[in-house]
């Protein structure tokens, strides 16, 4: 009985990574007429055939063996938006020297060099589609949030707040205790193992909350500035520590949310599909989809 699913798992496997580059090939000898007809529009950025087929084999590469036109649209779209958005809320763009850095990084620290292999080979020669499909966006989404998150303008009223409460504090340290009463326990480091644990070891935190702040303050000691990070800023004391814990007093103020604001931001976006049958697919599929209520059709 075992070999009998083994062996099925094997002909699985193999019929999988044969449809995978039978896709593949298919897509690179598309005529160029279907090839490079328009199929998708983004602001300004379009996409043809030939990129959706793309997209349908480089999801199959992750794992999604019924990966489907409709589903690669909904990628190249997502993806898309954000291009759009940084390149008009932050005129960024990535130049080639950093797309090259980028790809070169994710030869040399890949986990799954079968699953990079695969997606490589859909490109075949084709770097720039390589790039602009696979690479550019892995640079561009912790870009986005990285720049949202310290954008002065759309932070100002947490960041005002921050710093009212900071003079107050400064001016009377007594009222940190009335406006962040509670105190906080946070891990030193991870969960340690049970041998570990018995011989009283713990393990150091790759938190950098943990790391670079409160591990550098005495007990009863106030960071000397706010501290701020991606998600929100903060006050921060040591009130005390064991040799498992920190016990602290933080007033947190939390940024403003990423998702409305990208979502404003795309209202102004036009999004475009040139093909009748793919939008009634995506719509039929994916009707939840929050940017579909702007999506129209052309020719």
């Known amino acids: 009985m075992n070999r009998i699913l083994t062996l099925a798992f ?13 896709l593949a090939q298919h897509a690179k000898k598309l005529p160029d007429a279907i090839a490079h007809k328009k199929v998708i ?41 954000e291009q759009v958005v940084i390149k ?3 005129h960024q763009e990535p130049p080639i020297a950093a797309l090259q850095a980028k790809a070169k990084w994710i030869d040399e620290s890949t986990r799954d060099s079968a699953r990079l292999q695969c997606i490589k080979e859909t490109f075949g020669k084709d770097t720039s589609s390589y790039y602009r499909l696979v690479v550019e966006p892995t640079l561009i989404d912790p870009r986005l949030h990285q720049y949202f998150a310290v954008d002065s303008i759309v932070q100002r009223y947490q960041r005002d707040t921050i710093q009212m409460f ?43 909350f943990v790391q670079n702040v409160l591990s550098k303050l005495k007990d009863g000691q106030k960071w000397s500035n706010i501290v701020e990070d991606d998600q ?9 520590q064991t040799g498992s814990y ?18 404003a931001q795309v209202k102004s976006i036009p999004i475009v599909i040139h093909d009748k049958q793919l939008l009634a697919m995506i719509k039929e599929r994916y009707p939840a989809v929050w940017w579909l209520e702007q999506t129209t059709f052309a020719p």
């Open 41 to 81: 529009t983004v602001g300004e950025l379009n996409f043809d055939q030939l990129d959706l087929h793309y997209e349908v084999v480089v999801d199959r590469c992750y794992g999604d063996t019924l990966a489907g036109l409709e589903a690669a649209a909904l990628e190249i779209v997502g993806k898309a938006l």
């Open 246 to 263: 920190y016990y602290c007093r933080i007033l947190t103020v939390q940024k403003s949310p990423f998702d409305p604001w990208f979502k």
């Open 232 to 240: 929100s800023y903060k006050i921060v004391q040591l009130l005390y």
């Open 166 to 208: 900071w003079r107050l504090i400064q001016a009377d340290p007594s009222k940190f205790l009335q406006v962040a009463p509670d105190t906080i326990r946070i891990p030193k480091g991870t969960a340690a193992t049970s041998e570990l644990q018995k011989l009283g070891a713990v393990p150091e935190s790759d938190d950098p």
């Open 88 to 90: 008009h809320a932050y």
């Open 10 to 22: 094997i002909i699985f496997a193999v019929c999988v990574g044969a449809s995978q580059v039978a």
